[in-house]
Protein backbone atom coordinates (compact mmCIF):
# COMPACT_ATOMS: atom_id res chain seq x y z
CA UNK A 1 0.00 0.00 0.00
CA UNK A 2 1.46 3.67 -0.94
CA UNK A 3 0.70 6.52 1.32
CA UNK A 4 0.22 9.89 -0.21
CA UNK A 5 2.73 12.82 -0.15
CA UNK A 6 0.18 14.44 2.50
CA UNK A 7 0.82 11.39 4.61
CA UNK A 8 4.47 11.23 4.07
CA UNK A 9 4.72 15.14 5.16
CA UNK A 10 2.53 13.83 8.30
CA UNK A 11 5.43 11.63 9.60
CA UNK A 12 7.85 12.70 12.06
CA UNK A 13 11.04 10.76 12.27
CA UNK A 14 11.99 12.41 15.64
CA UNK A 15 9.89 13.64 18.13
CA UNK A 16 9.90 17.67 19.96
CA UNK A 17 11.42 18.32 23.02
CA UNK A 18 8.18 19.23 24.68
CA UNK A 19 7.04 15.71 23.50
CA UNK A 20 9.73 13.67 25.09
CA UNK A 21 9.43 15.71 28.45
CA UNK A 22 5.37 14.98 28.72
CA UNK A 23 5.93 11.28 27.98
CA UNK A 24 8.95 11.52 30.85
CA UNK A 25 6.60 12.61 33.09
CA UNK A 26 3.73 10.49 32.32
CA UNK A 27 5.76 7.94 32.63
CA UNK A 28 7.64 8.96 36.11
CA UNK A 29 4.36 9.09 37.20
CA UNK A 30 2.64 6.20 36.41
CA UNK A 31 5.61 3.72 37.03
CA UNK A 32 8.29 5.40 39.75
CA UNK A 33 9.15 2.69 41.33
CA UNK A 34 10.44 0.61 38.02
CA UNK A 35 12.30 3.84 36.91
CA UNK A 36 13.73 4.00 40.30
CA UNK A 37 14.88 0.22 40.41
CA UNK A 38 16.40 0.76 36.88
CA UNK A 39 18.35 3.57 37.82
CA UNK A 40 19.79 2.25 40.50
CA UNK A 41 20.34 -1.62 38.61
CA UNK A 42 21.87 0.40 35.95
CA UNK A 43 24.40 2.05 38.31
CA UNK A 44 25.39 -0.96 39.98
CA UNK A 45 25.93 -2.64 36.80
CA UNK A 46 28.14 0.85 35.82
CA UNK A 47 30.24 0.00 39.19
CA UNK A 48 30.75 -3.35 38.69
CA UNK A 49 31.89 -2.73 35.24
CA UNK A 50 34.58 -0.30 36.55
CA UNK A 51 35.62 -2.28 39.05
CA UNK A 52 36.10 -5.63 36.67
CA UNK A 53 33.99 -7.46 38.95
CA UNK A 54 31.53 -8.93 36.68
CA UNK A 55 32.72 -12.56 36.80
CA UNK A 56 31.47 -12.67 40.84
CA UNK A 57 28.57 -15.39 40.65
CA UNK A 58 27.03 -13.60 43.65
CA UNK A 59 27.53 -9.94 41.60
CA UNK A 60 25.28 -11.82 39.05
CA UNK A 61 22.80 -12.94 41.16
CA UNK A 62 22.28 -9.41 42.33
CA UNK A 63 21.93 -8.10 38.41
CA UNK A 64 19.52 -10.97 37.63
CA UNK A 65 17.29 -9.92 40.44
CA UNK A 66 17.57 -6.07 38.89
CA UNK A 67 17.00 -7.29 35.40
CA UNK A 68 13.47 -9.06 36.80
CA UNK A 69 11.93 -6.95 39.23
CA UNK A 70 12.13 -4.48 36.15
CA UNK A 71 9.38 -6.86 34.65
CA UNK A 72 7.83 -7.76 37.67
CA UNK A 73 7.12 -4.73 39.28
CA UNK A 74 5.80 -3.97 35.68
CA UNK A 75 3.45 -6.20 35.64
CA UNK A 76 2.24 -5.78 39.26
CA UNK A 77 1.87 -2.09 38.25
CA UNK A 78 -0.70 -3.48 35.03
CA UNK A 79 -2.22 -5.70 37.04
CA UNK A 80 -3.40 -2.75 39.74
CA UNK A 81 -4.45 -0.89 37.22
Known amino acids: MYLSKKKINNLKLFPSLDEIKF?????????????????????????????DSLDNIEYQKVIMTFVLGISWLISSRFFIE
Open 23 to 51: KAKTALNRFPIVLFWAIIGTFFVFILIET
